[in-house]
DNA sequence: GCAAGGACGTA
DNA sequence: GTACGTCCTTGCA
């Protein structure tokens, strides 16, 4: 039926077949686009302005792009005609609650076919069937030629068409769906989707499914019965009663939803697949439509693109303002409530028609082009003009936001002021609470010209929590906290920093100075500049409002030219899927873990500081009295002198600087061959180390309002995609020795709480076992073996049973070095034995799993070739340096890629496991709250009626965390404790 | 007052 | 042999 370009070719293998389900898009970026009218005459267009821009990437998509690649051959816009299908025959009641259309939607659907038509595309409807129905023949059809199919939808009923072949686009998200997010939403694979859908029923849809079984129930009941039509035939097996029953009532109800659920595949369809063939859109009609609808910018590339004088073409008259039916389809709309159209920009995925590739390579081009020019910027002082700048933020859908505040501490600073920026050199600053001039009675007065706080966060609010706004920050979770503490959760949003730590981690720092001179060309203000440094600083909110300002906008503004430049890089370079799952989930996530805190007992801390403080008395008193001096013990240049100097004891080593070394393996040896001194020195070291960096430190970071201890994650601190904790430091927190387990007892839970240790056994053994593919390995963890003890049985025919403990202690540390990118040296080392005989061990080791020896080789040669290594889940690692001259610069970073690769994966793992922790607990009702990470270990706190319950959800989230992503062969083993303490958790 | 080095706590 | 952060001393400004 489309007016259609006849020189079609048929679909063939390779071909690329994109099906767009016109409805529900028209649906989906009404509610997710900004508001849009035409300026003319308020017609609203924001759906039909999207799906422009949509197809005319897709058309022109020269390159390889995510999503759409490769570049579509054949490309249908699928309607549904009318209400009447064969799914109303069998069931009256289906979709029979489908709320009216909005006034002002309801006219952009004929203007979507009308841009279909533009741009000489297929425009495909058919009667008596739904567009899934069409969707899914087409697919079919396309799936039997080898064509790949990509389907442009959220919709979930189409989900069930998803394979190897076929996947779906979410055009909002600008996000692929394939198994892995089907499986997300359904617990199943998409060809179990269908039987899910059956039971678990729709309410939107009005399909009946069965009483009390929701997805997830539904999903468990299918991995344990394998299909539908298995488990309806054994519902009575069934434990839960009233599940049982249900499922016996229902069983009809239950088949009849899956005939309405299960989309129809071979439709007589009135338009061949290849009758969609993409063939080159006529320009000039084309621009005809674009101007009609007053896309300027859209209408400019177009022109530009077919080397058309835009200015020569007239608008559609049939579609243009005042000039045709169109006009009536705006009547009956209230012009006051309309927005004014704004052109889409800074959000890559509306606004430019390119390739990621070419997108990212014009950001990159662009970003130094416009200098930043910090006259431009404006400091906000009345309302009214924070709201103008917020209604502009909006209508862009887009914007920049930085936090000023009185300290570095996202828990304790108070909120100075706020920037924004919605382009480049576009940016202001709203100063809330800067200080200074008149002095009160009690504190300083408010500067004048300042937007009482409660009003401009009041106004704030809405934009920062608005799921059509996306909010860009650097190290957001910093200001996430902050906002949060006066009652904003700020979302969506993009960080810079987490992008540019998945593009670049390794290769670059990520602050925002550092970012601003290598992508912008720009070095911004220093903080130094602002308020001072060093004992002369001042808070920020005593600064010169001036030169704040200038600050604050400034940062505001890098932030969001940051973004232009790194998003796009995010498609171009394939690492959509990495941010998307281990780094932006992260920042919620991670922010309330560190708002929450852990208590301490103080008291504990404090009388343990008084005993250690009395060991290391008595030590001292001991150490003057064998050295026949007094000296400082912390010191290791005395020390050095006394042991080595005036004691002269032979076999002493240097440090790289020359001094004596005094480590505790240099002492622990001297200890051994007899020495007494050394021996005390490490006593006083351990007390030391116990006393003021645990025992005296810990109780001054205790909150004053929250009485807990709120530690700091950093999420782009390493190089390997592992967390870091600071200030303080709550992943070193003693548990080797019984003294420093005292420590960790001191970790307690609130009354009525206990707290839960949950930890990978092994995690990166078995990601060795599962990366180096090493079948024996792999088995031995499947067995549930000690794999120290199979390691040695191995490489020395040892048998397991009786095995003498310095055996088994070998090699584990074998096991150990392997994951650490072993050497002959630092095995010896770490095992005090001849470097030829740890040499030997390694010779052996590669002898009895040489998938291992494999596993090493090609890391080092990927790492060489490349520059960076990658984890199982695709995060990069870079090392810069693996080509170094220096051989053991080049030897370093060779190891440090080889345990990239296992410690990444293991990262990412618990990352998955963390971003789905929250939801998991409180889709099970749980008020279970996680705490703290320690690389493989997750702490939670939870009421005592509640551990039981907790333990295995906790359990399942982590042991599965891989997959769908990954199907590893290793079984993950996860062992959980409560008590309350964490060292009997743990 | 600050940076570097050494030492040591964790996974 | 990997990855971190913190405390203390030292040496220089």
Redesign the pocket.
Known sequence: MPAHDPHHESVETGDHVVLIDGSAYIFRAYHALPPLTRSSDKLPVGAVAGFCNMLWKLVRAKDAQTGFEPKPTHLAVVFDKSEQTFRKDIYPLYKAQRPDLPEDLRPQFPLIREATRAFDLACVEQAGYEADDLIATYAELAKAKGARVTVISSDKDLMQLVDGLVRMYDPMKDKAIGAEEVFEKFGVAPDKVVDVQSLAGDSVDNVPGVPGIGVKTAAQLLAEYGDLDTLLARAGEIKQTKRRENLIEFADQARLSRQLVTLKRDVALDVPLDDIAVVEPEGRRLVAFLKAMEFTTLTRRVGEAYEIDIAAVEPDPGLKAGGGETALLAAGLDPDTRETAVPLEGAPSAAEGLTPQALSAARQAQATSTPVDRSRYETVTTLARLEEWIARATALGLVAVDTETTGLDPMQAELVGFSLATAPNEACYVPLAHKGGDEGLFSEGLLPGQIPPREALAALKPLLEDPSVLKIGQNLKYDWLVFKRVGIEVGPYDDTMLLSYVLDAGASPHGMDPLSIRWLGHTPIKYEEVCG???GQIRFDRAPLDKASEYAAEDADVTLRLWRVLKPRLASEGKATVYETLERPLVAVLARMEARGIMIDRQMLSRLSGEFAQGMGRLEAEISDMAGESF?P?????LGDILFGKMAIPGGRK???G?W????DVLEELAEQGHELPRRI?DW??L??LK??YAD?LPTYVHPDTGRVHTSF?LA????G?L??????L???????EE?RKIRKAFVAAPGHKLISADYSQIELRLLAEIADTPSLRQAFQDGLDIHAMTASEMFGVPIEGMPGEVRRRAK??N??II????A???A??LSIPREEAGAYIKRYFERFPGIRAYMDETRAFAREHGYVETLFGRRCHYPDISAKNPSIRA?NE??AI??RL?GSAADIIRRAMARMDGALEKAGLEARMLLQ????LIFEVPDDEVDATIPVVREVMEIAPFPAVALKVPLKVDARAASNWDEAH
Do not use: M
């Open positions: 440094k060093g004992k400082n912390g010191s290791p240049k005395q440090t790289p600087t001094a070394s005094t480590g505790a490490l070291r351990q030391q180390k003021s960096t430190a950093a601190a390493t190089t390997t592992r870091s904790s600071s200030e303080p430091n992943q070193n927190i003693p548990v080797r020795s420093g540390a074998i150990f070095g650490y990118g072993i050497s040296f630092g095995l080392n770490q370093f190891r440090a345990n990239a410690q320690v690389h493989d270990e």
